[in-house]
């Protein structure tokens, strides 16, 4: 069940009134609920309690690129979860957070020789390698070092994850990974680098995934591979299968996790006892947005309502900068009016203030609203803030925790004086 809830035609976030919210921390700001961000962790953790019980048989890494407030990482950690980065930002972050460093997996094409001495010194659990430049990059800076770097592959299994082409990564056009047909001959070159340890494999074929049929077949493949490296002598202890379940933004039905879960676990397990005698394997996954997508809303103020030659337009305090999915993806969240009103509704585009045709956050709702009114922008909380920018030198929303009754204000509204605050004059 959703946490917001309306109580007597106002709309809460567990039990607190929105209304309150934004009298006490202003517009826009991020809404998000402990309560359903620990209940969604629960969701993955309780199916592996129950299709893995061995101790240290399973991680389930949230992707901090989906939401990586510092209260979020925080809340996750102590729910036992590892961390899955993909810069040397966001590993600072974990550790800011109380995160462990020896449950962090670090993914990404662009590693830098910087974040992988940070990663290195902190002993990071794995690095994900996208490419064979990367291991030769990784094996020197370790040696540098004096350490070893525990890899996995990043295999490119060329399923096709049938989700929005932005966001699907799993294919051969893609710019992910290691090509299947390559990962044999670039896991022998791991192997056979001084500084570096083969430990896992590892794949992500994209995100806002409905159905589990393509990750059970990108599994499918990832165990064909482990048998044909184990037959070279190349032992893999994890086999980590990525983020990508989906969520309902529009009505859609994706995939109960525990339901994934069972079926994942009930593929390895026939193929673990097949051909390893049972010997176990330890998954590892990277949620992000089933994790924290519907636990979060954009609270919004409306400015102004325009009537245009050939729309409507509420214009609100939120915009495009604060949430880019709509103006990047075409992404539709769902509106809710906080305060519910009897008059009859109008259709309205709900715009923000910046200056661009593609500032739109929503289109043709049926709304009842008034000037001052407050809007929620509904499953925001991944890649929501994440990725907020300070387009037109706007401060980025602030950002409360909510856990029951009680309101925690986990980012302070971005004051504008603070915004150029890096930047000097000249001369
Ligand atoms: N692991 C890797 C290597 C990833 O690239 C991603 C997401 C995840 C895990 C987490 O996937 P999730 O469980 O959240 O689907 N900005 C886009 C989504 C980009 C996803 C990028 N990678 C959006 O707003 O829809």
Same mark, same amino acid.
């Given at each position: 069940?959703?946490?917001? /809830? ?5 709309? $809460? ?9 934004? *009298?006490? +921390? ?24 129950? $299709? ?9 890494? +949230? ?8 209260? =979020?990482? /925080? ?46 010194? $902190?002993?990071?659990?794995? +690095? #994900?390698?996208?490419? =064979? ?22 295999? #490119? ?11 699907? @990564?799993?294919?051969?056009? #893609? ?23 083969? @430990? ?7 995100? /806002? ?7 059970? *077949? &990108? ?14 002598? =190349?032992?893999? $202890? ?26 994942? +676990? ?23 947005? !089933? ?18 030659? &050939? ?27 906080? /305060?519910?009103?009897?008059? &009859? ?16 956050? &929503?289109?043709?709702?049926?709304? !009842? ?22 387009? #037109? ?35």
């Amino acid at each position: 069940m959703s946490p917001f /809830q309306y109580h007597s035609h106002l709309l $809460h976030a567990e039990s607190v009134p929105l209304t309150r919210i934004a *009298e006490q +921390f202003g517009t826009p700001t991020y809404v998000y609920s402990k309560s359903a961000i620990v209940a969604n962790f629960e969701a993955y953790a309780k199916a592996c309690r129950k $299709h893995a019980p061995q101790a240290d048989a399973t991680l389930i890494c +949230f992707s901090v690129k989906s939401n990586s407030n510092l209260a =979020i990482l /925080q809340l996750l950690g102590q729910c036992g979860a590892g961390f899955d980065i993909v810069s040397g930002g966001e590993l600072l972050r974990v550790l800011a957070a109380g995160g462990a460093a020896d449950r962090i997996i670090f993914s990404g094409v662009g590693k830098t020789r910087d974040e992988m001495r940070l990663a290195l010194s $902190h002993d990071i659990l794995c +690095f #994900n390698v996208e490419s =064979i430049p990367e291991l030769h990059r990784l094996d020197a800076v370790a040696g540098e070092l004096g350490k070893r770097a525990r890899i996995s592959l990043r295999v #490119n299994p060329n399923v096709d994850a049938k989700t929005h082409p932005y966001i699907s @990564t799993g294919l051969k056009e #893609n710019k992910f990974g290691v090509a299947f047909d390559d990962a044999l001959a670039t896991y022998r070159i791991a192997a056979a680098l001084a500084n570096i340890d083969v @430990t896992g494999i590892d794949c992500h074929i994209g995100s /806002q995934l409905l159905d589990d049929a393509p990750l059970l *077949e &990108a599994v499918d493949r990832l165990i064909e591979l482990i048998d044909r490296l184990a037959e070279e002598g =190349i032992d893999i $202890h994890h086999l980590d299968i990525g983020g990508g379940i989906g969520i309902n933004y529009e009505g859609e039905e994706p995939v109960a996790v525990g339901a994934y879960l069972e079926r994942l +676990f009930a593929k390895i397990d026939t193929w673990r006892t097949a051909r390893h005698g049972g010997t176990p394997i330890k998954v590892l996954f990277e949620p992000g947005r !089933s994790i924290v997508g519907n636990a979060g809303l954009l609270l919004t103020e409306v400015q102004y309502l325009k009537d245009g030659a &050939a729309k409507n337009f509420a214009v609100v305090d939120a915009a495009m900068n604060d949430l880019m999915r709509p103006a990047m993806y075409q992404a539709w969240h769902g509106v809710q009016e906080v /305060q519910k009103r009897p008059n &009859a509704a109008v259709t309205y585009d709900v715009v923000g203030p910046v200056c661009e045709s593609g500032d739109w956050l &929503a289109r043709e709702r049926a709304l !009842s609203i008034a000037p001052g009114d407050l809007l929620a922008i509904m499953s925001a909380g991944a890649y929501g803030m994440t990725m907020a920018s300070n387009y #037109n030198t706007r401060g980025r929303a602030a950002e409360v925790l909510v856990d029951g009754q009680t309101l925690h204000l986990v980012r302070r509204r971005e004051a504008a004086a603070e915004l150029f605050a890096l930047e000097s004059l000249v001369g």
